[in-house]
């Protein structure tokens, strides 16, 4: 089950995307859907004329009145349905990205996120890459801060991770941990990230379960300032 030391009371400081009501979208302004194929090439074209295929708007069950937003994985393929090797696949799906309309430092961030029932292939995942990624010196030099990964072949587990210069997948010396949420993909849990000059801190349901801190050596290992 889910375990973990709770959260400090909070005080809200700043909001965005959060000044209407429960269920209202955001504008193109504050959020801009992407339809993408399975691996998100930024250089493709998308395979869709219209985002909402992939990433809009639904109803929540059991929760009336209530929307959220909603991204779709569908079994397709055909023509330009391709990897960025050019090599054919069988699913398509999407995202929402905030590149380029929100940029946070410092604070909490937080969704209430209800992951799909998937096998083998799904990877949900609520993360931030650093706002300089497309123009400084890319990643994973500008850091990544997943906040929330849950992978089709785990599905019991939540994975919280970091990835700079100095600590990253590819070198094998990435930070990060994981928890048991045997219930994720049948009801909504609230993921959170506590950032602070000193450390990065993960929640779920208010309840604390790993957290990062800025060792002092420089930009390598912490390049979220």
Known sequence: GVTGAEAPRRTIVSERLANAPRGIIPT????????????????????????????????????????????????????????????PLSYTSGKISSRSFVSVRYGMIETRIRVPDLANGGWPAFW????????????????????MENVGFDPAFVHFNVHTKKYNHVDNTHKGSKTTIPNAASDFHVYALEWYPDRLDWFVDDKKFFTFRNEGTGKDAWPFD
Do not use: C, Y
């Not at 295929?53 to 909603?70: F, H, I, Q, S």
């Not at 931030?128 to 906040?147: H, R």
């Open 28 to 87: 193109r302004g504050q959020l801009e859907p992407e339809a993408r194929i399975k691996l998100f090439r930024e250089q493709a074209e998308s395979v869709h004329t219209t985002t909402v295929e992939v990433a809009g708007v639904a109803d929540v069950p059991g929760e009336p009145g209530n929307k959220a937003l909603r991204i779709v994985a569908k079994r397709e393929s055909g023509a330009g349905i391709v990897d960025q090797w050019g090599n």
């Open 128 to 147: 931030m890459m650093g706002s300089n990624i497309a123009t400084g010196t890319g990643w994973p030099n500008n850091g990544e801060i997943d906040i």
